[in-house]
């Protein structure tokens, strides 16, 4: 069953049609969404140099750390403000998600996702991993920081960094992959950098609109 992501916004501006700077895979299609990604990535710098080892993307969002923080710590925003992560439901370990990444074909490779968040350094990391859930290899790791002490204004900074496991480049796990499935999450490393930043962009866009009209930045079905 589909969760209600985004359905508060939705409700609060009477269409379905996604707002500005809001960008998945419902409304862009990978083929349409792919010229958008490379165009964000420039010719004027070795992009292997930038995002080969460690891929990190940086933004400023207007909405109270504490706040982004409790929404980023519970696993299921990431329905809302990924590109791809969809229909997040519990497994059997407590804490543990499972989803379907769709980058991995039209139904999608299985993800499974734990967060571990710490409230009092504002730091919100997802300890993920395609198909199986024994070896969360794929770790995103984020950070909240007061814009008041970074740039002396209210407001928001979030910090994300990847790391080029070696995993991304041949699979550990290949007996836990659906048949027939034409792609590694690995393939799209190059594109993190770039992809990444849309996501970024993602969640920018959603937390503000919130905070700006009145709602909750935790929507309620998240409750």
């Known amino acids: 069953m589909s969760l209600p992501a985004l359905d508060d916004i939705t409700a609060h501006r009477g269409t379905a049609d996604p707002?500005?700077?809001?960008?998945?895979?419902?409304?862009?299609?990978?083929?349409?969404?792919?010229?958008?990604?490379?165009?964000?990535?420039?010719?004027?710098?070795?992009?292997?140099?930038?995002?080969?080892?460690?891929?990190?993307?940086?933004?400023?969002?207007?909405?109270?750390?504490?706040e982004l923080f409790d929404y980023m710590a519970d696993t299921r925003c990431l329905e809302e403000w990924t590109y791809s992560l969809r229909g997040f439901a519990p497994t059997e370990e407590p804490g543990l998600w499972v989803a379907f990444d769709k980058l991995g074909g039209d139904k999608g490779s299985p993800i499974f996702t734990r967060t571990v968040a710490n409230k009092q350094a504002r730091t919100v990391d997802y300890h993920c991993a395609w198909d199986q859930g024994k070896h969360l290899w794929m770790i995103y790791l984020m950070r909240v920081v007061d814009a008041q002490l970074v740039f002396n204004k209210p407001g928001s900074v979030v910090l994300w960094t990847?790391?080029?496991?070696?995993?991304?480049?041949?699979?550990?796990?290949?007996?836990?992959?659906?048949?027939?499935?034409?792609?590694?999450?690995?393939?799209?490393?190059?594109?993190?950098?770039?992809?990444?930043?849309?996501e970024l962009k993602n969640l920018k866009a959603i937390a503000e609109y919130r905070y700006h009209n009145g709602l909750p930045i935790t929507p309620d079905w998240m409750k």
């Open 19 to 66: 707002i500005d700077g809001v960008i998945r895979v419902e409304t862009s299609p990978r083929e349409k969404a792919t010229p958008i990604i490379m165009n964000m990535m420039r010719s004027v710098y070795p992009h292997d140099e930038v995002f080969g080892t460690y891929c990190t993307v940086n933004d400023y969002i207007d909405c109270p750390p504490d």
């Open 162 to 198: 990847n790391c080029h496991h070696p995993f991304y480049d041949e699979n550990p796990y290949p007996e836990t992959a659906p048949p027939m499935r034409p792609v590694w999450v690995g393939d799209f490393w190059e594109m993190f950098g770039p992809g990444h930043l849309l």
